[in-house]
């Protein structure tokens, strides 16, 4: 059985950083896809990242690139997610979730994964 459980968040203020954590337990292969997803007050849980259990291979949502990044300890088997230069609308629940295979389109979308963790709080002050 897969176990992810988040932790990291917290309040910033507008312009700061912070680095997720998702602690992932159970069995993964090499094509496991470990991602990344947020969700605002009122709005759709969306994907911000992810990376494959083997190789590392990271992906991410267009409107982040450059300001997230996405990376795994193997020795820990944990998951991170630094986010650089926070606005208020990064404020959100960030959801780490596990899939053993997807497809590119799939892997970007809440059906693709098959376990989730329980959140964590980002708030994000302006």
């Known amino acids: 059985q897969v176990q992810l459980v988040e932790s990291g968040g917290g309040l910033v203020q507008a312009g700061g950083s912070l680095r997720l954590s998702c602690a992932a337990s159970?069995?993964?292969?090499?094509?496991?896809?470990l991602g990344w997803f947020r969700q605002a007050p009122g709005k759709e849980r969306e994907f911000v990242g992810r990376?494959?259990?083997?190789?590392?291979?990271?992906w991410y949502k267009d409107s982040v690139q450059g300001r997230f990044t996405v990376s795994k300890d193997n020795a820990k088997n944990i998951m991170y997610l630094q986010i650089n230069n926070l606005t208020p609308e990064d404020t959100a629940v960030y959801y780490c979730?596990?899939?053993?295979?997807?497809?590119?389109?799939?892997?970007?979308?809440?059906?693709?994964?098959?376990?989730w963790g329980q959140g964590t709080q980002v708030t994000v002050s302006s």
């Open positions: 990376i494959r259990w083997g190789d590392r291979q990271t």
């Open positions: 979730a596990a899939s053993y295979a997807c497809s590119v389109t799939a892997c970007s979308g809440r059906g693709g994964y098959n376990y």
């Open positions: 159970g069995r993964f292969f090499a094509s496991s896809i």
